[in-house]
């Protein structure tokens, strides 16, 4: 009866670390795609739309701001989709920057593993 116990145990700790190791490589082989991106004002607000093609694995989204296009400075947090919008699109409503001038927009969808699940960021110009 205690062999039988360890074989169980054994066989439980093999099937955790497999799937924990396969769990590791499929995200950090995920990418997002954005499909469709827009920045725009609409009484006297800011608003950002965007779409993906469906796989998702973003925990959130950061939206960020620029006013160099170099620095960018996290602006607001996105949960999920809109539901209003359909399963893949998404919305951020804000306020407008007092800052004159050309602003610059970026998304950055961050895991669950508070990481950047992509590099190439999409800029968008208002």
């Known amino acids: 009866m205690n062999t039988l116990k360890k074989i169980t145990c054994l066989l439980m ?14 995200a950090a082989n995920s990418k997002i795609t954005i499909t469709n991106f827009k920045v725009y004002e609409k009484n006297d607000q800011l608003i950002i739309d965007w779409k993906t093609d469906g796989v998702v694995d973003a925990n959130y989204w950061q939206v960020q701001r620029s006013e160099d296009g170099k620095e960018y400075a996290t602006i607001a947090f996105v949960f999920g989709p809109d539901p209003r919008q359909g399963a893949n699109t998404y919305r951020y409503k804000g306020k407008l920057s007092k800052a004159g001038g050309k602003m610059s927009y970026r998304l950055s969808p961050v895991d669950k593993r508070e990481k950047e699940i992509n590099t190439e960021i999409i800029p968008a110009t208002k």
């Open 13 to 26: 700790i093999t099937v955790f670390v497999f799937g924990k190791a396969k769990a590791q490589s499929a």
